[in-house]
């Protein structure tokens, strides 16, 4: 047998998932990954194409919210653990349409949590034999943590002051998730992480639409006074502390994950720009094509984690600045687009 171990994760044909199945499956030979994703508009089996042949990765398409399906697949692949990344994460369609939201983030991550502790346990704090080193690790967002001043970062014991429906959706699936773990004694983890950038990332977000608008000649949309700011994770550093946190997490604990690389969205458009008038040239800058917008509603100031925690307590550090992480995202949506 190839594999000793099977792992159920959830939208892995999105962004962050596409990313971590080919590092996972390179790091753990002796793993097999089972990925339940429904293929909404944001996920993309082009994604893993890479992985397609691989004897250790299984697609299934279907709901998070269909708990036959989910009971199904723990059963038929002897799920031994579950890392959960499927969840509605676009801030502007969640308040176009928060139901959604309400209904694959929390009552999807019910589910899954649910079937795990059913098929993983006897009853609260006592787990099937067998079955003691099973571990549910969901993947959270820095969003659930509500807004900062100039100053100060979210840390794991910033109180919860979610301020869209996206992120009031993903802050009830954490609370999910930590209520499993001290009324039933499950084994889970919680990562936090910031705003993540990098290859495979849906058109729609803030990094690949400068990209796309820059080289289609259109304006570049940038929300009110583009002085909104974020801490930026490259994707590939986020997924070695995915793994990480899964492995070497302590069980019921949450864990920050951040780039340490605040920039506001203002920055980020001249910076893309800047890169493209070095890599494809024009007869004018691309910065010429930036263009304020309205403003969206409810539109957090300011984001910025603190990852002390995940680096002291499990030595992970991000690999990537934005500086470089930036060059080689608008060298894989050049290589896309073009």
């Known amino acids: 047998m190839p594999y000793t171990k099977s792992i159920l994760v959830t939208g892995c044909a999105g962004f962050i998932g596409s990313n971590f199945v080919p590092y996972f499956l390179e790091q753990y030979p002796h793993y097999r990954i089972v990925n339940l994703d429904l293929l909404t508009y944001a996920g ?33 692949y002897a799920i031994c653990g579950v890392i959960h990344f499927a969840a509605e994460s676009h801030v502007d369609n969640s308040i176009k349409n928060p139901g959604v939201f309400v209904e694959t983030n929390v009552n999807g991550t019910f589910t899954l949590i649910d079937v795990a502790y059913k098929t993983w346990m006897e009853k609260p704090f006592v787990w099937k034999e067998g079955y003691e080193a ?3 690790h969901h993947i959270s967002t820095d969003e659930v943590y509500g807004t900062l001043g100039e100053e ?7 109180p919860y002051a979610p301020n869209s429906p996206y992120s009031a959706s993903k802050a009830s699936s954490d609370m999910i998730v930590r209520a499993y773990h001290h009324t039933y004694g499950m084994n889970t983890v919680v990562t936090n992480c910031s705003n993540n ?15 796309r608008k820059a080289l289609a000649g259109q304006k570049i949309p940038i929300y009110g006074d583009g002085k ?24 019921g604990e949450t864990y920050n994950i951040g780039g340490r690389n605040e920039r506001n969205n203002l920055y980020i458009a001249h910076k893309i720009c800047e890169i493209l008038d070095t890599l ?25 984690i603190d990852a002390t925690k995940i680096e002291t307590k499990l030595g992970w550090s991000a690999e990537e600045n ?3 992480g930036i060059v080689k995202t608008v060298e894989w949506y050049l290589r896309k687009y073009n």
């Open 44 to 76: 993309n089996l082009d994604n893993l194409a890479e992985v397609d042949d691989n004897e250790r990765y299984v697609f299934v398409q279907g709901d998070i919210c269909d708990r036959a399906l989910v009971e199904s697949l723990f059963e038929q």
């Open 134 to 136: 099973c571990r549910f």
């Open 152 to 158: 100060g970062l979210f840390t794991e014991s910033t």
């Open 197 to 211: 950038y990098g290859p495979k990332q849906h058109d729609e977000k803030l990094i690949p639409t400068i990209i």
């Open 228 to 251: 909104n700011i974020r801490d930026w994770l490259y994707v590939l550093d986020h997924c070695k502390g995915i793994d990480l946190a899964y492995h070497e997490g302590i069980s």
């Open 280 to 304: 494809k040239p024009k007869a004018t800058s691309y910065q010429e094509q930036i263009a304020f917008v309205e403003d969206r509603a409810g539109h957090d100031r300011r984001y910025a």
């Open 322 to 324: 934005f500086e470089s």
